[in-house]
């Protein structure tokens, strides 16, 4: 297992979340709706960030998945705030130079008249830096 | 003048490792009053005290310090060594120079320093003790046991066994508790009426034992050996001595339709009512917010058909005044209301059950006669999960849940699993958890024969939702183990709810002055040593209302509380602390900040009459610390805005002495 401290800090940080407060339940990923789309589960990104396996979870589709429906946030009952970690570790991955998700070029391909706006402010907010 | 005599110990290296104790007893010799200087290996040996009552006599020693551990540790010691040898005990001082100076210096030149600086103060102190004597106050030889549950239940006739006389106040209309509603008890699968209702008849048989039922503590006075206790019986509108319990009363109320609070609202019953068949005192009990005969004055039926003639409808509330020599809380707990756990669906769904609930259904004398049948439609349920830690270990959400874990509920959900697969076969049941945890003679072994004589599928995971769909409850959960999330169906959702203290136990700690924590868990004296003493004297705890425990420690524990009673009880005098707080009269202007700071309500004020300089006569209001209540603590020294308020044996002068000795 690859041990990142600096990754690790910076997600702990950006977060303000502190893994090691988790106690493995589960409650997290039993109630997370985007469940099945996810590489990583919610439980694992808290655990993986405590470990310090910083990299897998940087590459993975997962960090698209997570809705920030933020259901595990509401329901974990030690406040690990699971949600925050997936966002800290997707905002490491797309400060990277070129690493955003989406660009405004690409948009118009994708937006139809039932598209709100509000969809599209908050995608630019979650995909790009 | 006093003549000091300083007795340095070197505790083997303990101290000797980080204080020069030669130079420390030498440096001392010349403090003022001192007159003998030593030092020892073990000063608390026994060669060590003979040479203390040894100096005491040879040198007329007057005061004596001992340079060694903490107080805590063996300044009782040393007050017997100088009791023996003819000096009052209150004129030993002792210096910490191990736990504040030698375990914390690794320098020997500091840690000696801090040692000399110490012993001066100490010296400085016992300059200005004054040999005190403790007071006595006599014992009241009887006991109150507030709480009738299994807990309560074995504390009396513990007590009572031991020949004192022992009341139970309990707020229910029944001894029993939360003991009474359970079906079987785990690991032994004993039936819980079996095992707990020939100890209730035994309570009601006991010469010794009073019980005060649909009752409550409204008010305490007094202090360890003489509490001042007012008991307040509520009206239950039926003669307690006449009713027979016969039940014919019950049988013809015609308001029929009341949630029974014994089988948690899942049926009902009347607004005459016993709660069980084997309810003590089995006396019938009206529901005054139910009855129409006391709403609108139209009924009477229960009067009509009572062959005894033990209906009362003018009954008033009765107020008891008791004294108690010591009280015992056994207040118990409840299960949580799972209101606030929306992802369970609790409050939308009837097949959403708690554990307590659950108890109930299986219970041969419930809403169901014993058959697991869902409450919604009297279904069989074929598939059932069980949800541990629900609102336990929750430290997010106070408001939701509980910090601690509620520790009984692993092995309950044990039981509860295993009995259904033994009852129905045909049922799969899931227990999702966090962790099982099963420390208790015999408790692992229930818990493996579950899953693997009974094949209950324990899923490491939580449940993340239930959500009602038709006659289905869709549970979706986590399986960590596997690295899925389930789906499943079920019939039935049982939810291991948090335990928490019963909502009377913080009013009555107020009315007690004993401490709680901020779970409202009464505290022990101390936490390994003290288990079932609270710190304020004379209250002693049994059961739950201390923690959450099963039945087995229940009882021990109920036991134990017991012991301590009667150790109190069978004495005749009670020998107390004189390092109290005490007026000086002349300096108090009655402002009552003393006696509001006072945690121990030992403070009290009486009209005085004083001589004034002109030789006319004045009343004064003046405060007056009762001694025997008065734990020593010196809240209202530093209160006393006029400096009336002294401590004997830590008066103020003392203390400054001490201080000055240090600056010097």
Redesign the interface.
């Known amino acids: 297992m690859h041990n990142n401290k600096y990754l690790q800090e910076e997600i702990i940080r950006i977060s303000g979340v502190n893994p090691s407060k988790c106690m493995r339940c589960g409650k997290c990923s039993a109630t997370c709706p985007a469940y099945d789309e996810m590489e990583y589960h919610p439980h694992q990104f808290v655990n993986m960030v405590e470990s310090g396996d910083i990299e897998p979870l940087l590459n993975s589709e997962s960090l698209y998945k997570c809705l920030s429906c933020f259901a595990c946030i509401d329901r974990c009952p030690r406040g690990v705030q699971p949600a925050k970690v997936v966002e800290a570790v997707r905002l490491t991955a797309i400060r990277k130079k070129g690493a955003n998700r989406m660009t405004a070029d690409a948009v118009p391909a994708m937006v139809d008249e039932d598209t709100p706006q509000q969809l599209l402010v908050s995608a630019f907010r979650k995909y790009t830096k | 003048m006093q003549r000091v005599g300083v007795f340095v110990c070197w505790c083997g290296t303990n101290i000797a490792g980080t204080v020069d104790v030669v130079a420390v007893a030498e440096a001392l010799k010349s403090e003022p009053g001192v007159v003998f200087s030593a030092n020892y290996q073990y000063m608390c040996s026994q060669a060590g005290q003979d040479m203390i009552k040894e100096a005491i006599k040879e040198h007329k020693l007057t005061g004596i310090v001992v340079c060694s551990c903490s107080p805590r540790m063996h300044e009782a010691t040393f007050r017997k060594t100088a009791a023996a040898a003819g000096l009052n005990p209150y004129m030993v001082e002792i210096a910490n120079i191990r736990e504040q100076c030698s375990w914390v210096h690794k320098d020997m030149l500091t840690g000696t320093e801090k040692a000399i600086i110490l012993g001066k103060a100490a010296i400085a102190k016992v300059n200005l003790n004054a040999p005190l004597t403790p007071g006595e106050s006599p014992v009241t030889k009887r006991a109150l046991v507030i709480g009738g549950g299994i807990a309560g239940i074995q504390t009396a006739l513990d007590i009572a066994d031991a020949g004192f006389p022992v009341d139970i106040v309990e707020k229910k209309p029944t001894i029993g508790g939360k003991m009474a509603q359970l079906d079987k008890t785990f690991p032994t699968l004993d039936c819980a009426a079996c095992i707990l209702t020939p100890k209730m008849v035994d309570v009601a048989q006991h010469d010794k034992i009073r019980i005060f039922s649909y009752s409550e503590v409204t008010e305490v006075n007094g202090f360890v050996g003489n509490f001042d206790v007012t008991i307040k019986k509520n009206a239950r509108y039926v003669k307690e001595d006449v009713c027979t319990g016969c039940g014919a009363c019950v049988e013809k109320c015609p308001m029929k339709r009341i949630p029974n609070e014994f089988n948690l609202g899942m049926d009902n019953r009347p607004a005459i009512y016993i709660p069980f068949a084997q309810a003590v005192p089995k006396v019938a009990t009206i529901d005054p917010n139910a009855c129409n005969m006391l709403k609108n004055g139209k009924c009477g039926v229960c009067s009509k058909v009572c062959a005894a003639g033990a209906i009362d409808y003018t009954q008033k509330d009765e107020y008891i005044n008791e004294k108690y020599g010591a009280i015992v809380v056994a207040t118990g707990f409840n299960p949580i209301s799972m209101d606030k756990f929306d992802?369970y669906a609790y409050n939308q769904s009837k097949d959403v059950i708690t554990s307590l609930e659950f108890e109930r259904l299986t219970n041969a004398a419930g809403p169901s006669a014993g058959k697991l049948l869902r409450p919604s439609d009297g279904k069989h349920p074929h598939t059932i999960v069980f949800v541990q830690?629900v609102g336990s270990?929750?430290?997010?959400?106070a408001e939701k849940?509980k910090e601690y874990c509620s520790k009984i509920c692993c092995m309950y959900t044990a039981k509860h699993a295993m009995l259904t697969r033994d009852k129905y076969p045909d049922t799969e049941v899931y227990v999702f958890y966090?962790d099982v945890r099963t420390p208790g003679k015999n408790f692992d072994e229930f818990y493996r024969r579950a899953v693997e004589e009974y094949g209950v599928k324990y899923v490491?995971?939580?449940?993340?939702?239930v959500v009602p769909e038709g006659d289905k409850l869709k549970v979706?959960?986590?399986?960590?183990i596997a690295?899925k999330?389930l789906h499943i169906d079920a019939d039935l959702v049982v939810l291991a709810a948090a335990i928490e203290p019963d909502k009377s136990a913080r009013p009555l700690a107020t009315m007690l002055t004993a401490s709680m924590d901020t779970n409202d868990f009464f505290t022990e004296a101390h936490p390994k040593l003290r288990p079932v003493e609270s710190p304020t004297a004379g209250v002693f705890l049994s059961g739950a209302c201390q923690g959450p425990k099963d039945i087995p420690e229940t009882v021990s524990q109920a036991g134990a509380a017991a012991s301590k009673v009667i150790g109190l009880l069978a004495k005749d005098k009670l020998t107390g602390n004189p390092c109290v707080a005490n007026s000086n009269e002349l300096m108090c202007n009655g402002c009552s900040s003393c006696a509001n700071v006072c945690p121990y309500g030992a403070i009290t004020y009486e009209d005085k009459e004083f001589r004034m300089p002109d030789r006319t006569t004045k009343v004064r209001r003046v405060a007056v610390v009762n001694p025997a209540v008065c734990q020593g603590c010196g809240a209202c020294t530093v209160t006393c805005p006029s400096g009336a308020m002294d401590l004997k044996g830590f008066a103020n002068l003392q203390i400054m002495a001490e201080v000055d000795a240090i600056c010097k």
Not at chain 2, 393 to 397: A, I, K, L, N, P
Not at chain 2, 476 to 480: E, G, H, K, Y
């Open positions: 992802e830690c270990r929750c430290e997010s959400c849940g966090i490491k995971g939580m449940v993340g939702k979706q959960a986590s399986d960590l690295n999330q």
